[in-house]
T-cell receptor
Framework: GQQLNQSPQSMFIQEGEDVSMNCTSS?????WLWYKQDPGEGPVLLIA?????ELTSNGRLTAQFGITRKDSFLNISASIPSDVGIYFC?????????????FGTGTRLTIIP | SAVISQKPSRDICQRGTSLTIQCQVD?????MFWYRQQPGQSLTLIAT?????????ESGFVIDKFPISRPNLTFSTLTVSNMSPEDSSIYLC?????????????FGPGTRLTVL
């Protein structure tokens, strides 16, 4: 099935640093969603993107819908301890309508004390 | 969004037994989904739970192993049948709100299953 590859796989940063991660696909997506999963919890929707080139912010988080429609980016500014977790991109796979989602491989963010 | 609860939150089961996981939503929703998240992995869609009809399963998942019920617009169950240690995973239900942004899904807290 369709695979969404996320990079990097894991990140170790210090509190206060900015974070950048991306998600790439071999196929065009019409929607990009970014989720965060805390340990022992279900994923929580952070940002939804619906238009190529769109740049959307949610507090310290900013996500962009790539112009090629095959990638998306998530940035976190001035990281804080509660940013720790796993970040997933997701989108409806091509030719399967809008109901289903395929999820990326995930980026695990760790903050070094 | 919607408030979604799952029961049980975790369980430890013996191989060969079955476990039924419940998903309850605080409002009526069109779309409900079940996912599996194996240890350290991403989410994989098991099936779409259709109200009033049989669930739609993804490749690699079959009804005999993962029977699903969807008796109304606020509730669904997933059964993991004849369990083996390979079934140890987190099982998540999600809902789609069926609007213009219908591909936004909201997740329950998950059920952490360990099979011995």
């Amino acid at each position: 099935g369709q695979q969404l590859n996320q990079s990097p796989q894991s990140m170790f940063i210090q509190e206060g640093e900015d974070v950048s991660m991306n998600c790439t696909s071999s196929s065009i997506f019409n929607t990009w969603l970014w989720y965060k999963q805390d340990p022992g919890e279900g994923p929580v929707l952070l940002i939804a993107l619906y238009k190529a080139g769109e740049l959307t912010s949610n507090g310290r988080l900013t996500a962009q819908f790539g112009i090629t429609r095959k990638d998306s980016f998530l940035n976190i500014s001035a990281s804080i301890p509660s940013d720790v977790g796993i970040y997933f991109c997701a989108g409806p796979p091509p030719n399967f309508g809008n109901e289903k989602l395929t999820f990326g491989t995930g980026t695990r963010l760790t903050i070094i004390p | 969004s919607a408030v979604i609860s799952q029961k049980p939150s975790r369980d430890i089961c013996q191989r060969g037994t079955s476990l039924t996981i419940q998903c309850q939503v605080d409002s009526q929703v069109t779309m409900m989904f079940w996912y599996r998240q194996q240890p350290g992995q991403s989410l994989t869609l098991i099936a779409t739970a259709n109200q009033g009809s049989e669930a739609t399963y993804e490749s690699g998942f079959v009804i005999d192993k993962f029977p699903i019920s969807r008796p109304n617009l606020t509730f669904s169950t997933l059964t993991v049948s004849n369990m083996s240690p390979e079934d140890s995973s987190i099982y998540l239900c999600s809902v789609g709100l069926g609007t213009r942004v219908s591909n936004e899904q909201f997740f329950g807290p998950g059920t952490r299953l360990t099979v011995l």
